[in-house]
C-alpha cells in the first residue's frame, strides 16, 4: 500500500499543530493538544507515528492496554525506553507509581530548547468512571506539560468516550483540538486500487475503506478475484478484522453482539431485530439499541417528512462491518475448514440485492457533499422515506432539516444494477411515492449505476447521477 493514500490534509493539520508549537505561539504555554478519534483500523496510530518519525522531533509513543494501571504504568517505562526523548532514560528508571507521578517524571523528560511530540494511544483504556485519569491528566497539562514545546497527541478508537474527554463539564474540557479521522472514502480506495468508478464503491463497501483490508487488494482486481484469495486465507484482514474490533468494543456484552448480529443480517425493524436476536425482551433490546447507538456501530434512522414517525429503522454504520455480519461472520466455520467457496457462493448469489441497500447511505453521502450543482439545491439533510408497512419507500429525500422537515427539497430512487439503466417504470414509479409522501411537484433525482438511458427531463426527472459524478464529491 502507498504510504497514507489520502491522508494529505490529516499530515498537514498535524505537521501544524507541531510547527505552531515550534513557534512559541502560546508564549510561556507553547504546548499543544490533540484529541484523534476514529473507529479500530482505520490507521490512526500508523499515521501519528509515521508523522512523528518524518518530524524530525524527538517523540515517545505510548499505547495502553487496559489490563490494569500496574500493567499500562510498567508499559509506559518500556515504551519509553524505546523512544527518541533525550532524557527518556528518567521514565523508565523511575518506575511511576500512579499517573501523577507518571507525568511529573515525563514533563521532566521533555526538552525545553525545542519541540517534543508525546502520543497516548487508546486513551479510553485509561478513562475509569470516576474521572481520577481525566483528572490527573488535566492537572498535569495545566501544571507542566503545557508549558513545555510539545505536542500531545490523544488517540481512542472509543468515539463516544473521546468526544466525552473533551465534553462541557469534564475536567480536561477544552484543552485540546479534536480531530476525526476517517476510512479511506470512496474515491481514495478507487485511487488506491486503480478501479472503475462503479468498482470502487463496490470496494468501498466491502472494505469499508479501512487501509489494511484495501491493502490486500491487488490493484485494479475485480471482487471476484480479491474475495477468493481472502477467503482462502482464515487470517486475511478481510476475516479478523471486524471480530478484533468487535471483541475490544464489546468485551462482556454478549446481548449486544447478539442484537447486532440480527442487524448485520438485514432485519431493520425493532420487532423483526428482537424475533431475530432469540426472542429478546423489548426492555434489553432497548438497552442494547442505545449501547450500539451510543459506541456508533449502529446508525438508528427515522423517515424524513413534514410529518413526525415512529418507524425507526436500524443499520450498521460501517459499511465493512455490515458485510462481515451478513456474509463473513456466519461462513467462519466454513472458512476455517477450507470451504470458503460456499461463502463465495452465497455472496455471489445475494451480491446485487445486498449491495443495492448497501450503497444508499454512501449515494446520499455523495449527494450532501455535491449539492448545490445546478440541477438540485443543497440540502442540509438527506436521508430516506418509509411507512410502518413499506407499501411507500423512497430512497432519497432532501429537506431543510430532519427527520421533521419543514420544506422538502428533493426525493430520488436508487437503482444500482449492472447491465439495466433507470427506466420509465422506476420513473413512473417514483412520481407515484412522491404523491404518497407530498403533494408538491418536488424534483424527482435517479442514480443508477448504469445511468438513465431513455428518460429525459421532458419526462419529468430533473437530475441523472452515476458511479463518476458521486465520486467527484469526494476529489472535490
Not at 487508546?122 to 474521572?131: I, K, N, Q, R, T
Not at 463539564?169 to 479521522?181: D, I, K
Not at 412520481?431 to 438513465?452: I, K, N
Not at 431513455?454 to 419529468?460: E, H, P
Request: glycine share 10%; net charge positive.
Amino acid at each position: 500500500m502507498a504510504d497514507f493514500v489520502g491522508r494529505r490534509r490529516e499530515l498537514e493539520t498535524l505537521e501544524r499543530e507541531l510547527a505552531r508549537v515550534a513557534s512559541g505561539t502560546g508564549g510561556d504555554r507553547p504546548g499543544r493538544c490533540l484529541m484523534l478519534r476514529g473507529r479500530r483500523r482505520v490507521g490512526k496510530s500508523r499515521l501519528v507515528e509515521r508523522f512523528a518519525e518524518r518530524s524530525g522531533a524527538p517523540f515517545l509513543f505510548y499505547a495502553a492496554t487496559g489490563a490494569s494501571p500496574a500493567a499500562d504504568l510498567a508499559r509506559l517505562a518500556r515504551d519509553a525506553e524505546a523512544s527518541t526523548l533525550p532524557l527518556a532514560r528518567l521514565l523508565s528508571a523511575a518506575r511511576p507509581g500512579d499517573w501523577g507521578a507518571a507525568f511529573d517524571v515525563l514533563a521532566a523528560a521533555l526538552p525545553q530548547d525545542r519541540p517534543s511530540i508525546v502520543v497516548i494511544d487508546e486513551v479510553p483504556y485509561l478513562m475509569d468512571a470516576d474521572g481520577a485519569f481525566e483528572g490527573t491528566l488535566q492537572r498535569a497539562w495545566d501544571r507542566v506539560l503545557e508549558t513545555k514545546p510539545v505536542l500531545l497527541v490523544l488517540i481512542g478508537s472509543d468515539l463516544s468516550m473521546m468526544e466525552a474527554l473533551n465534553g462541557y463539564g469534564r475536567p480536561f474540557h477544552q484543552r485540546g483540538r479534536e480531530m476525526v479521522l476517517g476510512p479511506l472514502n470512496p474515491a481514495e480506495v478507487g485511487a488506491m486500487l486503480d478501479l472503475t468508478p462503479a468498482a470502487a464503491f463496490d470496494a468501498a463497501l466491502i472494505t469499508g475503506g479501512l487501509p489494511l483490508i484495501c491493502a490486500d487488494w491487488p490493484r485494479g482486481a475485480g471482487i471476484q478475484e480479491f474475495l477468493t484469495a481472502a477467503l482462502e486465507d482464515p487470517v486475511s484482514a478481510l476475516l479478523v478484522s471486524a471480530e478484533r474490533s468487535l471483541a475490544a468494543e464489546f468485551p462482556q456484552t454478549l446481548q449486544a453482539r447478539r442484537v447486532l448480529g440480527a442487524i448485520g443480517s438485514g432485519e431493520r425493524t425493532f420487532s423483526n431485530i428482537a424475533r431475530a436476536a432469540g426472542g429478546i425482551g423489548a426492555t434489553p433490546l432497548q438497552r442494547s439499541l442505545e449501547t450500539l447507538t451510543h459506541k456508533r456501530v449502529v446508525a438508528a434512522e427515522l423517515p424524513v417528512s413534514t410529518r413526525a414517525s415512529r418507524d425507526r429503522r436500524y443499520r450498521v454504520a460501517d459499511p465493512y462491518l455490515r458485510f462481515w455480519l451478513k456474509h463473513l461472520g456466519p461462513a467462519l466455520p466454513e472458512i476455517e475448514r477450507g470451504r470458503g467457496d460456499l461463502a463465495l457462493a452465497r455472496i455471489r448469489a445475494g451480491w446485487t440485492s445486498w449491495r443495492g441497500r448497501a450503497v444508499e447511505p454512501l449515494v446520499r453521502e455523495a449527494l450532501a457533499r455535491l449539492l448545490p450543482d445546478g440541477r438540485l439545491p443543497a440540502a442540509p439533510a438527506i436521508g430516506g422515506y418509509w411507512t410502518r408497512t413499506n407499501d411507500v419507500e423512497i430512497d432519497i429525500v432532501g429537506a431543510d432539516r430532519a427527520p421533521v422537515a419543514r420544506r422538502l427539497l428533493f426525493v430520488g430512487s436508487v437503482k444500482w444494477l449492472e447491465n439495466k439503466s433507470f427506466d420509465r417504470h422506476d420513473l413512473a414509479a417514483l412520481q407515484r411515492h412522491r404523491a404518497a409522501l407530498t403533494d408538491q411537484p418536488l424534483p424527482l433525482v435517479a442514480v443508477s449505476r448504469s445511468g438513465a438511458d431513455g428518460v429525459r427531463a421532458l419526462d419529468g426527472l430533473d437530475a441523472v447521477y452515476g458511479p463518476a459524478e458521486l465520486l467527484e464529491a469526494w476529489r472535490s
